[in-house]
């Protein structure tokens, strides 16, 4: 079941990677920059569910929290296998960097045990994560685009479409339960995110 979480995290930022919503660290990987996502990523609320991964990985194993300072001491080298990994995935990688992975895009659920819980409930039809997909093509489990929702998405499509011909680049932005479609001349419209029909028309001005 290890196989089937580590292709699911790594399709997870493949999908993400190509739709474009990846923190910007993670988008070229460098030690460095997986570092900085990292200590980004402490600085701000994190779940307690993922204190033990950060634990295993910065080795503060006898840490009642993350102690930053020794964070932002510690060797950038530690990060190499997961660049390593992100770049190739004929690469296998510890856990410990798999579970940072998770974290570090959001990928849910997770810890492992977690994510082997869920799986378990597929069978009895109780898990509001899993699509019936087939392993190995697509993922198992449903995750929610933080900053850009499926909709809205659908929305860019839509604008792609209907101005790429002319030349024109009209820019969706993603505020909350709001969404703002600025135009070339620089005018920008708010509009709830769930007015999908209002949005069509919008985009086709």
Same mark, same amino acid.
């Given at each position: 079941?290890?196989?089937?979480?580590?292709?699911?995290?790594?399709?997870?930022?493949?999908? #993400?990677? #190509?739709?474009?919503?990846?923190?910007?660290?993670?988008?070229?990987?460098?030690?460095?920059?997986?570092?900085?996502? =990292? @200590?980004?990523?402490?600085?701000?609320?994190?779940?307690?569910? &993922?204190?033990?991964?950060?634990?295993?990985?910065?080795?503060?194993?006898?840490?009642?929290s993350?102690?930053?300072? #020794? =964070?932002?001491?510690?060797?950038?080298?530690?990060?190499?296998?997961?660049?390593?990994? @992100?770049?190739?995935?004929?690469i296998?990688?510890?856990?410990?960097?798999?579970?940072?992975?998770?974290i570090?895009?959001?990928?849910?659920?997770?810890?492992?045990?977690?994510?082997?819980?869920? @799986?378990?409930k597929? #069978?009895?039809? &109780?898990?509001?994560?899993?699509?019936?997909?087939?392993?190995?093509?697509?993922?198992?489990?449903?995750?929610?685009?933080?900053?850009?929702?499926?909709?809205?998405?659908?929305?860019?499509?839509?604008?792609?479409?209907?101005?790429?011909?002319?030349?024109?680049?009209?820019?969706?932005?993603?505020?909350?339960?709001?969404? =703002?479609?600025?135009?070339?001349?620089?005018?920008?419209?708010?509009?709830?995110?769930?007015?999908? &029909?209002?949005?069509?028309? @919008?985009?086709?001005?």
């Amino acid at each position: 079941m290890e196989d089937v979480y580590r292709f699911e995290i790594r399709q997870w930022y493949l999908e #993400k990677k #190509k739709l474009g919503i990846l923190p910007s660290n993670l988008l070229i990987p460098t030690i460095g920059r997986l570092k900085k996502e =990292c @200590l980004l990523q402490l600085q701000h609320e994190y779940l307690k569910t &993922d204190l033990p991964a950060f634990k295993s990985f910065f080795e503060q194993y006898n840490e009642e929290s993350i102690n930053l300072e #020794k =964070c932002h001491y510690f060797s950038p080298d530690k990060f190499r296998a997961l660049v390593s990994y @992100l770049r190739n995935d004929n690469i296998k990688t510890d856990i410990k960097n798999i579970e940072l992975l998770a974290i570090l895009i959001d990928f849910k659920p997770r810890p492992y045990q977690k994510f082997l819980f869920e @799986l378990q409930k597929q #069978k009895a039809g &109780d898990n509001p994560y899993i699509f019936e997909r087939e392993h190995g093509k697509e993922l198992f489990f449903k995750q929610e685009l933080n900053t850009v929702s499926r909709f809205a998405l659908d929305v860019l499509s839509l604008t792609n479409n209907n101005h790429e011909s002319k030349g024109e680049n009209v820019e969706i932005i993603i505020g909350g339960s709001k969404l =703002c479609i600025e135009y070339p001349s620089g005018a920008r419209i708010w509009v709830d995110r769930n007015e999908i &029909d209002l949005i069509s028309r @919008l985009v086709r001005i």
